[in-house]
């Protein structure tokens, strides 16, 4: 709501962009075959698909969604952060090496490596088309959300524009020009990320030139009809931001204390910015939304820097707080998810076919692990400078960071708006590219047994990105209006729940069948997929009921699933395993000694 088209981010949007698309096309030469296509022919550097991997993982999530809710709500969104950054560790140590030396262009194909099951290709391959929907859902919804400011253009425009980008992408160059596109984008990301948090340090924490008199702005409305203050229409879209920073020197976000009564902090270091935002008081926005009149509430709400920096000030994270069983619950699932998530995302496993050894994949993800901890960690500084400098906009939590680069100047917002929009096609393209191999090399080749040499199999997949793409855009336009990262949540669940007890039991216990993965990801993935669709918050978010229909009406007690799908998963293999082993479902191999011999 208070946007101004800026020529300048326009341009360097447009050459960011043309420069990937050139990049992609360039590179298309070197994928004629499907090794080529699906796996860049296994000869990435390991550093370069280290830093890819944190150009893959590094999406619209983490960098609109996460500032986006420590902006919001303070340290609650910085857990997210945490969550997804310990993830790695179970990739690390547990899926790195094995995952390399057991498959060669997908998931399935480790999972299969022993078996050679139709079936269980199969149910792989669904899972995969449904866990990279899930995760495609958030990146185009932020797709939509960069371009809405960035070039005056409505929501659905940004998300086609991403679809056709992303396909052009993944349809000429496959993982060739993906490994690459995620590189660039992952080291810019870093780079950019860290030069706004100096300028942040450098800048510290100021008082409006003049205090906002109380009750000036007491309620903003967005509604089906547009955007009400203290129940007024707005004459144009930015006309109350403006009027606030023409009078008061600030926008929306703003400090209303410092420690000691003071105006002003001038530069701080990394701590002691920390330290001052703790003892200051900040004027925070609280959400409510009217599903029947269709009309969300934000009111201002000032709220202590220490109390932010505790868990539980988000309703998301609720449970840390709440003294109700339920309630814990759901906060200890979520942050399970985000933990066992990350080692069973297709799109993430999938990196590990396009180094040339087990030793190069491990140290590929040391250095993913560096490169993304250092930007979680920039997070934090991000999400903080845009609750506190006037940049805050109230009803879409998704721009923060990009609002926050434009105080510095229109530059910077277009180099950071450019970096944001090139971080959804790395992962978008990444997403697409292993649906796509889920589609072409796992169900047309060895499902329905096609007759597919290489060219056919890249042929099948460029189709398969296209229609991929196209659904990724309907979905992108219909949950326009959800923080991206709650969306991320639901598919790191749902992976959680599906690929992790197989991958782990197949990697670790000699007597894991065929049968015993088959029935184990289908319990996790239709457990995961409707213990969400009957959540109160599914219900209410996506649904649109009132939060206490909502709440009577749903089937589970609470919302993440993780914290029972994954244990029903690894029971379910364990003891289907054990039904099935004497039929033969199971090698008298250990996986330790196929491994070896790979």
Same mark, same amino acid.
Request: charged share 10%.
């Given at each position: 709501?208070?946007?101004?088209?800026?020529?300048?981010?326009?341009?360097?949007?447009?050459?960011?962009?043309? =420069?990937?698309?050139?990049?992609?096309?360039?590179?298309?030469?070197?994928?004629?075959?499907?090794?080529?296509?699906?796996?860049?022919?296994?000869?990435?550097?390991?550093?370069?698909?280290?830093?890819?991997?944190?150009?893959?993982?590094?999406?619209? +999530?983490?960098?609109?969604?996460?500032?986006?809710?420590?902006?919001?709500?303070?340290? @609650?969104?910085?857990?997210?952060?945490?969550?997804?950054?310990?993830?790695?560790?179970?990739? !690390?140590?547990?899926?790195?090496?094995?995952?390399?030396?057991?498959?060669?262009?997908?998931?399935?194909?480790?999972?299969? =490596?022993?078996?050679?099951?139709?079936? !269980?290709?199969?149910?792989?391959?669904?899972?995969?088309?449904?866990?990279?929907?899930?995760?495609?859902?958030?990146?185009?919804?932020?797709?939509? *959300?960069?371009?809405?400011?960035?070039?005056?253009?409505?929501?659905?425009?940004?998300?086609?524009?991403?679809?056709?980008?992303?396909?052009?992408?993944?349809?000429?160059?496959?993982?060739?020009?993906?490994?690459?596109?995620?590189?660039?984008?992952?080291?810019? !990301?870093?780079?950019?990320? +860290?030069?706004?948090?100096?300028?942040?340090? @450098?800048?510290?924490?100021?008082?409006?030139?003049? &205090?906002?008199?109380?009750?000036?702005?007491?309620?903003?409305?967005?509604?089906?009809?547009?955007?009400?203050?203290?129940?007024?229409?707005?004459?144009?879209?930015?006309?109350?931001?403006?009027?606030?920073?023409?009078?008061?020197?600030?926008?929306?976000?703003?400090?209303?204390?410092?420690?000691?009564?003071?105006?002003?902090?001038?530069?701080?270091?990394?701590?002691?910015?920390?330290?001052?935002?703790?003892?200051?008081?900040?004027?925070?926005?609280?959400?409510?939304?009217?599903?029947?009149?269709?009309?969300?509430?934000?009111? &201002?709400?000032?709220?202590?820097?220490?109390?932010?920096?505790?868990?539980?000030?988000?309703?998301?994270?609720?449970?840390?707080?709440?003294?109700?069983? *339920?309630?814990?619950?759901?906060?200890?699932?979520?942050?399970?998810?985000?933990?066992?998530?990350?080692?069973?995302?297709?799109?993430?496993?999938?990196?590990?076919?396009?180094?040339?050894?087990?030793?190069?994949?491990?140290?590929?993800?040391?250095?993913?692990?560096?490169?993304?901890?250092?930007?979680?960690?920039?997070?934090?500084?991000?999400?903080?400078?845009?609750?506190?400098?006037?940049?805050?906009?109230?009803?879409?939590?998704?721009?923060? +960071? &990009?609002?926050? *680069?434009?105080?510095?100047?229109?530059?910077?917002?277009?180099?950071?708006?450019?970096?944001?929009?090139?971080?959804? !096609?790395?992962?978008?393209?990444?997403?697409?590219?292993?649906?796509?191999?889920?589609?072409?090399?796992?169900?047309?080749?060895?499902?329905?047994?096609?007759?597919?040499?290489?060219?056919?199999?890249?042929?099948?997949?460029?189709?398969?990105?296209?229609?991929?793409?196209?659904?990724?855009?309907?979905?992108?336009?219909?949950?326009?209006?959800?923080?991206?990262?709650?969306?991320?949540?639901?598919?790191?669940?749902?992976?959680?729940?599906?690929?992790?007890?197989?991958?782990?039991?197949?990697?670790?216990?000699?007597?894991?069948?065929?049968?015993?993965?088959?029935?184990?990801?289908?319990?996790?993935?239709?457990?995961?997929?409707?213990?969400?669709?009957?959540?109160?918050?599914?219900?209410?978010?996506?649904?649109?009921?009132?939060?206490?229909?909502?709440?009577?009406?749903?089937?589970?007690?609470?919302?993440?699933? =993780?914290?029972?799908?994954?244990?029903?998963?690894?029971?379910?293999?364990?003891?289907?395993?054990?039904?099935?082993?004497?039929?033969?479902? *199971?090698?008298?191999?250990?996986?330790?000694?196929?491994?070896?011999? +790979?």
């Amino acid at each position: 709501m208070i946007y101004e088209t800026s020529t300048l981010a326009v341009a360097v949007f447009a050459a960011f962009v043309g =420069a990937v698309l050139a990049l992609s096309f360039w590179l298309g030469a070197r994928a004629r075959s499907a090794g080529g296509y699906f796996a860049a022919h296994g000869q990435v550097g390991w550093f370069v698909n280290g830093i890819a991997f944190a150009g893959d993982y590094l999406s619209a +999530a983490s960098f609109l969604g996460i500032c986006g809710m420590i902006a919001f709500f303070g340290y @609650d969104g910085f857990l997210y952060s945490i969550g997804y950054l310990a993830g790695w560790i179970v990739a !690390l140590f547990v899926i790195a090496e094995p995952i390399k030396r057991l498959g060669k262009y997908t998931l399935a194909d480790a999972l299969d =490596a022993r078996f050679q099951s139709r079936g !269980l290709k199969c149910v792989a391959a669904i899972a995969t088309l449904v866990i990279s929907l899930f995760y495609l859902i958030p990146q185009m919804v932020g797709a939509g *959300a960069l371009v809405k400011p960035l070039l005056g253009l409505p929501h659905w425009a940004g998300v086609a524009m991403v679809g056709v980008a992303v396909t052009a992408i993944v349809a000429t160059a496959g993982m060739v020009s993906t490994t690459w596109v995620q590189f660039i984008k992952g080291t810019l !990301l870093v780079i950019v990320c +860290a030069f706004v948090v100096a300028l942040l340090l @450098d800048r510290g924490f100021a008082l409006p030139t003049k &205090p906002i008199p109380a009750g000036a702005v007491q309620t903003i409305q967005t509604t089906p009809s547009g955007v009400l203050v203290n129940g007024a229409p707005l004459a144009e879209d930015n006309e109350l931001d403006t009027r606030l920073r023409a009078e008061h020197g600030v926008g929306f976000g703003s400090v209303a204390a410092l420690p000691g009564g003071g105006v002003a902090t001038g530069p701080l270091g990394p701590i002691s910015y920390l330290e001052t935002f703790a003892g200051s008081t900040v004027t925070t926005w609280r959400k409510s939304v009217d599903a029947s009149t269709g009309t969300t509430t934000f009111t &201002p709400v000032e709220r202590q820097g220490a109390d932010l920096l505790l868990p539980g000030a988000n309703p998301t994270f609720k449970g840390v707080r709440d003294d109700r069983l *339920a309630a814990k619950l759901d906060f200890l699932s979520l942050m399970l998810a985000l933990f066992l998530g990350t080692a069973s995302l297709p799109h993430i496993l999938i990196r590990y076919y396009t180094v040339k050894d087990a030793a190069a994949a491990r140290k590929s993800t040391v250095v993913g692990i560096g490169a993304i901890g250092a930007f979680y960690v920039l997070t934090l500084y991000l999400g903080i400078g845009a609750m506190t400098s006037g940049a805050l906009d109230p009803t879409d939590s998704n721009m923060s +960071a &990009p609002l926050l *680069a434009r105080t510095f100047g229109d530059g910077l917002f277009a180099v950071i708006s450019a970096v944001a929009f090139t971080t959804v !096609l790395g992962t978008v393209s990444g997403l697409i590219l292993a649906g796509a191999g889920a589609v072409a090399h796992d169900l047309m080749k060895d499902v329905l047994r096609m007759k597919l040499d290489d060219r056919g199999q890249v042929r099948a997949a460029k189709i398969a990105s296209v229609a991929l793409g196209l659904g990724a855009v309907v979905l992108g336009i219909l949950f326009e209006k959800m923080n991206v990262t709650f969306l991320v949540g639901w598919a790191f669940n749902i992976a959680a729940s599906a690929n992790l007890p197989s991958l782990v039991m197949l990697l670790f216990w000699k007597r894991t069948t065929k049968q015993g993965i088959i029935a184990a990801m289908t319990v996790g993935l239709v457990g995961s997929l409707g213990w969400i669709l009957g959540s109160a918050d599914t219900l209410e978010k996506v649904f649109g009921m009132t939060a206490a229909d909502a709440a009577s009406s749903a089937i589970v007690p609470f919302s993440q699933p =993780a914290i029972v799908t994954v244990p029903l998963g690894f029971l379910t293999l364990v003891v289907v395993s054990l039904l099935t082993e004497r039929a033969g479902g *199971a090698t008298s191999q250990s996986p330790q000694a196929n491994t070896a011999q +790979a």
